[in-house]
């Protein structure tokens, strides 16, 4: 269905796309995932001729999109895009938002296009707001109109650029379960997302992008249980773990405790985990607070999927003390900490010292 060929896009000195080689089949979902600024969204807006390749072939279905006689629109009705902003007009109903293109562009008759219409907003639960504006709906609704909107074209190929990047995270799943439904049904899909759970579960395939390239690229399962590249694993790896590296005793508690809530939502961990965890790591950074020396405190937070532990270590210098060795003020809070864990353990030799905490899930 698509064939890329030594793809580039610079702009100005700067070389975003630099030879990308990749296909994607009929029927097949790929997702598009990889760090930011590497060229994932550059990637679409090429396929899509939003932005135009500096070179390279792109073929949609045995058309050669670069070539000077390519009908353009024409493609681009083939292979409609799904944009993080929604870009809905906001003087439109959702109703009127879907019939605006069949009308004017295919000459679909309006009472076709209306009936259309309201299937299309009912296969995304939004046929009862078919008669509302943007800014009388959700985030997660604006994104499902948007979606509807996109197969009012009936394309063979849809491109979501960051779907859910713009939702609160509490309407990201209703506009992923939509997306679920449409590879379900077999529509070819490339999504750039950087919601992971969500490329492992809906992909064929998924691209790792790095520096402009594609990296690497395997089944889900190959690329984030067995990646076989540096970069790749280092990607993998931090999507498993939070990391921060405290330099002070000044730091910042409120941030670190915001941040590992971020984590604890990413890896859907539910009431007790999630508080054991911030519990046990605010009590052990206060304790640690006298103790941060020169090369400062790393924390590392990671989360198995397999079995669902949760764990917490705290990594210093090598006269960091084990912390939870407390008495006189500290023995209270060493208590809360070691009540809250499965398996406490502490190292140290002359290069560093390490508590690790195996936290309870329940």
Not at 81 to 87: E, G, H, I, L, P
Not at 185 to 192: C, K, P, Q, S
Not at 257 to 266: G, L, R, T, V, Y
Request: hydrophobic fraction near 40%.
């Amino acid at each position: 269905m698509i064939r890329v060929e030594g793809l580039t896009k610079t702009f100005g000195t700067h070389t975003v796309l630099d030879g990308v080689n990749a296909e994607i089949r009929a029927g097949e979902v790929v997702s598009i995932i990889g760090p930011s600024g590497t060229g994932k969204s550059t990637f679409l807006r090429c396929l899509n001729l939003l932005d135009k390749p500096t070179g390279g072939k792109v073929t949609i279905d045995g058309i050669n999109t670069l070539a000077r006689n390519a009908d353009v629109p024409a493609i681009r009705q083939k292979m409609n895009m799904v944009f993080q902003s929604f870009n809905l007009f906001a003087h439109l109903s959702a109703l009127d938002n879907l019939t605006l293109a069949p009308i004017h562009l295919k000459g679909t008759p309006r009472a076709v296009a209306e009936e259309e219409a309201t299937e299309l907003l009912r296969l995304v639960g939004l046929a009862e707001k078919r008669h509302h504006f943007p800014d009388q709906l959700s985030g997660g609704q604006r994104q499902r109109v948007a979606i509807a909107r996109c197969l009012a074209m009936k394309p063979e190929i849809i491109l979501f650029d960051e779907p859910t990047s713009a939702l609160d995270p509490t309407m990201v799943g209703e506009v992923l379960s939509v997306i679920r439904r449409l590879a379900k049904d077999g529509m070819t899909m490339a999504i750039v997302t950087h919601e992971m759970e969500f490329a492992r579960d809906v992909s064929n395939r998924v691209f790792y992008m790095d520096e402009g390239v594609i990296y690497e690229e395997g089944t889900p399962e190959q690329i984030f249980d067995n990646p076989q590249r540096p970069r790749t694993i280092a990607f993998v790896n931090r999507l498993r773990s939070y990391e921060h590296h405290i330099r002070s005793a000044d730091f910042d508690l409120y941030a670190i405790h915001s941040q590992i809530e971020m984590f604890c939502d990413k890896h859907l961990l539910f009431f007790t985990a999630r508080h054991n965890l911030l519990l046990a790591v605010e009590e052990v950074l206060e304790l640690s607070r006298p103790h941060i020396g020169a090369g400062g405190l790393v924390v590392k937070i990671s989360h198995s999927e397999r079995n669902g532990d949760v764990t917490a270590s705290f990594t210093g210098g090598p006269a960091y003390p084990d912390v939870l060795d407390a008495s006189g003020d500290g023995e209270l809070e060493a208590r809360i900490v070691r009540s809250l864990a499965r398996n406490v353990s502490f190292t140290a030799d002359d290069k560093q010292a390490s508590l690790t905490l195996l936290l309870k899930a329940a």
